[in-house]
């Protein structure tokens, strides 16, 4: 299996390393070659997501991704900035399906900012469109209207094949789980989210057994914090999945708690945290490496096929947490406060 690991900016690289390390420690067979990505594409090649990135991307069977993002880049044109490089190799890939799991563990219902009878044991997953929607419709831009003043233009759309397959996809989970589907949209208002709702009616007549709802994604973002524990598995599109994945990452007491898969329809896919590159913590060795850690092990059951060692890293995680191990994000009083590297060798130390 080739690996493309790409650390990229911010705290990624450093974030990146632990989960190197722990997939080292499980002594896999594996081909792993580095590249640069967002920022440190630029920096390297001029660009935020390099040719010879995305042919590494391209010819390996899966991806590790830390970050990408730095204030330092905020000036360049907006084609250049680190963020395209993220959003044109899951574009590149036809990564649609990105997975969000958010998962409260025991060990951190403390560091919930919910009271801990609303989050005990939350375990919902977040299905998100990731190649469609306002994040790529065309037209967009920053125009000079007929008024004379300037006007910002982005698109929301989805065609009716885009949301068929991300709604299998949601479907396939809800399957495995507990058979039940919130789809979040937005269709009192938008029209592009009515298609959405009717196509996801549509479908849900070849999963009899699954019950499907709908909700507003104002009223979803409510009910997020109201009852979140009402939600198994939500499917949503991009723009809505971006925002809703976030707020729910701190359900789980961190946003670096929250890994996640972006797959094609063949299962390859790219991993990565759920959170950003943190540039004001970056190099301080103080990032909490668990979502990247537990983004390896969803590439050990989404593309490897291989439940025995995503277990593995996932009960690593837990044991290193029950063991009193937190990132500075997830320490209170009393914890063992350790470092991004201490935290990544707690869980290699406790693989076995
Ligand atoms: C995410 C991030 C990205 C997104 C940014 C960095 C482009 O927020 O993966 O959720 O908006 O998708
Ligand atoms: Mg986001």
Redesign the pocket.
């Known amino acids: 299996m080739k690996i493309a690991i790409l650390p990229g900016d911010g705290i990624g690289p450093e974030i990146t390393k632990q989960a190197v390390d722990v997939l080292k420690a499980l002594n896999v067979a594996t081909e792993l070659v580095e590249a640069p990505i967002g920022g440190a594409g630029y920096e390297k090649f001029g660009d935020p997501l390099p040719d010879s990135t995305l042919d590494l991307a391209i010819k390996s069977d899966a991806i590790l991704l830390g970050a ?2 730095d204030w330092k880049f905020d000036a360049l044109p907006r084609d250049k900035r680190p ?1 395209q490089g ?2 044109r190799i899951r574009k590149g890939l036809n990564l649609f399906a990105n997975l969000r799991p958010a998962i409260l563990y025991p060990e951190l219902v403390g560091a919930s900012s919910l009271k801990s009878e609303i989050v005990s044991n939350l375990d919902i997953m977040i299905v998100r469109e990731l190649t469609g929607d306002i994040y790529f419709g065309q037209p967009r831009g920053i125009h000079t209207n007929e008024n004379g003043e300037r006007e910002g233009i982005n698109t929301m759309r989805y065609s009716e094949s885009e949301i068929k397959r991300i709604a299998h996809v949601a479907f396939h989970i809800a399957m495995k789980r507990s058979k039940k589907l919130c789809s979040i949209d937005k269709a009192n208002v938008l029209e592009t989210t009515e298609l959405w709702r009717q196509i996801m009616i549509d479908l849900s007549k070849e999963y009899p057994e699954v019950e499907l709802t709908h909700m507003y994604v104002d009223n979803a973002a409510m009910q997020l914090i109201k009852n979140p524990k009402q939600f198994d598995v939500l499917v949503t599109g991009n723009i809505f999945g ?1 925002i809703l ?1 976030d707020e729910a990452s701190m359900l789980t007491g961190s946003i670096g708690m929250l890994p996640s898969a972006s797959l094609d329809s063949n299962n390859k896919g790219m991993y990565e945290p ?1 959170h ?1 590159s943190a540039p004001d913590i970056a190099g301080k060795n103080i990032a909490n490496p668990l979502a990247t850690i537990l983004s390896l092990a969803m590439m050990f059951r989404y593309t490897f096929n291989d439940e025995k060692n995503a277990k593995k890293i996932e009960a690593a995680v837990k044991k290193a947490l029950s063991r009193g191990f937190r990132t500075a994000d997830i320490y209170s009083a009393g914890d063992k406060k350790v470092s991004c590297s201490e935290m990544g060798e707690a869980v290699i130390a406790s693989l076995n």
């Open positions: 990408v993002g963020e993220l959003l971006d994945s759920s950003g």
